[in-house]
């Protein structure tokens, strides 16, 4: 059996790139481990913002495949006492209505599912990922131009490759958060049930935040979870939303419909998507936004760029790292670049103890607005750094202002940095040598 590409993984990235392939008429065939019926489930706060869908001409989530409508966002401080809000457009999408859609949408257009599936290891020759090697109901090797690896934390394609290949780079747990979520059913009302809240707060939430998603269509159904950076040893993201959050009276009665938890990347994205013969995208991928772990839109923008990689690349008849190489170029720019700055923000933020989180919000030092340029561009703008040190500087809070110099500065530093992304994988090794210096000295300056 042989293809133009074959994915594996079903679940958001996947059934994404199904999407855009089956669009382009590339001859493409799907598997997951999980059988259609439960294809797209993972455990997740289900937001993802209105943006991406118009940016990616992506179908919104329409009927039951939309739980909720979001308007906003409210991120309070350790006391609850302070609030920013943020506002901006999203869902709450139904993660397996809304996958089987764009799955259906491939497969009326030729792409083939295969459910039930194990992805067992890539065939490679030359150099070159040439095909699979599954367990569908036998064994079975299938060969194709392109093996994507939409697996999500699993990695189970790039881990099998060499290490020398910029696909294959290990997640750090430092760099990633472990989230445990509950959809639960409230005995009483959700008021503003368009607004998503976020509180932060370091004793319940360490290096991470616990979140409150209302799902607005869904009279009292909410999404609620914690994430706690991954490295926190003998602490659980389960056992502290029972013991702070669920704890609390507005809870008590509810129902628990659906329960999970799973690892979040929140770094900058791996050094590469593509090389001979193998993409990568989503969490596979690292393609998580590092601030607030949303990665389903990112996921969506990693599938675009790699499906039209893929389409030049099979015209011109060379799928190697070279051909496949302008998944980069298009990813870097796009989202890469500002993962890359947020991830610096998100190593000072995981520093900053519960006192420095309630002066900021309670000072304002960032408004809802400021938040968002932040989180859209990931740079602070001129304007707002000088409002920020005029403020800290007349509260007295000389060691956070020093520091809130060095992270801006780097943020800007490699958010250039990322749009000097090579235009070939021969630039590649110097441009990451770069990186990993500008990393450094950073990480170094912060101590
Ligand atoms: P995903 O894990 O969804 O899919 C991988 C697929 O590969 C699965 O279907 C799996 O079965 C399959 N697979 C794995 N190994 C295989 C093998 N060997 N053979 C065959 N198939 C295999 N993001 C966001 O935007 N908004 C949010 O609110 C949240 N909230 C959130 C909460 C929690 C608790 C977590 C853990 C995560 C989030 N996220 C999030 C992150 C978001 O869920 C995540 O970025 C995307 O779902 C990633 O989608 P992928 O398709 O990459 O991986
Ligand atoms: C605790 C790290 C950690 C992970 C938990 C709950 C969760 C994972 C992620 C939720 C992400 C989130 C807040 C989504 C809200 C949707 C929304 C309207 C986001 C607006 O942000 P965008 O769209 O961000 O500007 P991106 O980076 O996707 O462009």
């Known amino acids: 059996m042989s293809y133009d590409v074959v994915v594996v993984g079903a679940g958001f990235a996947g059934a994404s790139i199904a999407y855009f392939l089956g669009r382009l008429g590339v001859k493409t065939l799907i598997a997951d481990l999980k059988p259609w019926d439960f294809v797209g489930s993972k455990p997740c706060g289900d937001a993802v913002g209105k943006h991406h869908f118009d940016e990616l001409s992506m179908p919104y989530p329409k009927g039951d495949e939309l739980e909720g409508i979001v308007k906003g966002i409210s991120i309070y401080s350790p006391s609850e006492q302070h609030e920013v809000f943020v506002s901006g457009e999203g869902f709450e999408i139904h993660r397996i209505k809304y996958t089987q859609r764009l799955l259906s949408d491939a497969i009326s257009r030729g792409v083939e599912f295969l459910g039930g599936t194990h992805f067992r290891e890539p065939i490679i020759k030359d150099d070159h990922v040439v095909g699979v090697k599954i367990w569908s109901g036998g064994a079975k090797e299938i060969f194709s131009k392109v093996v994507i690896d939409a697996s999500g934390n699993a990695r189970a394609v790039v881990r099998f490759l060499p290490k020398s290949w910029p696909v294959n780079e290990e997640l750090v747990l430092g760099d990633a958060n472990i989230a445990y979520r509950e959809i639960r059913v409230l005995e009483n009302h959700i008021d503003n049930p368009e607004v998503l809240r976020i509180y932060i707060n370091n004793d319940v939430a360490p290096g991470g935040y616990w979140w409150y998603f209302p799902y607005s269509k869904m009279e009292r159904t909410v999404n609620i979870g914690l994430g706690i950076r991954g490295d926190l040893r003998g602490l659980h993201p389960k056992e502290l939303l029972y013991k702070h959050v669920f704890s609390r009276p507005e809870f008590k009665g509810s129902k628990v419909v659906e329960s999970g938890g799973a690892l979040v990347p929140t770094r900058r994205p791996i050094p590469s998507l593509v090389w001979n013969g193998i993409a990568v995208i989503g969490d596979a991928a690292y393609v998580v936004n590092p601030v607030h772990g949303g990665g389903k839109g990112s996921s969506m923008i990693s599938a675009k760029c790699v499906s039209e990689a893929i389409k030049n690349a099979l015209e011109v008849g060379s799928t190697s790292a070279k051909d496949l190489w302008e998944a980069n170029t298009c990813y870097m720019i796009k989202y890469g670049g ?110």
């Open 338 to 447: 500002k993962q890359g700055s947020l991830d610096i923000f998100r190593y000072f933020l995981q520093k900053l103890s519960n006192d420095d989180l309630e002066f900021s919000i309670s000072k304002k030092l960032v408004n809802g607005n400021e938040l968002n340029e932040i989180s859209l561009r990931g740079k602070f703008e001129v304007g707002l750094v000088d409002k920020i040190l005029k403020l800290s500087s007349l509260l007295s809070r000389p060691s956070l202002l020093l520091k809130l110099r060095t992270v801006v500065k780097y943020m800007d530093l490699i958010k250039e940095h990322y749009l000097k992304y090579p235009s070939t994988p021969e630039g590649l090794n110097k441009w990451l040598h770069d990186l990993n210096k500008i990393l450094k000295n950073y990480h170094d300056s912060l101590m």
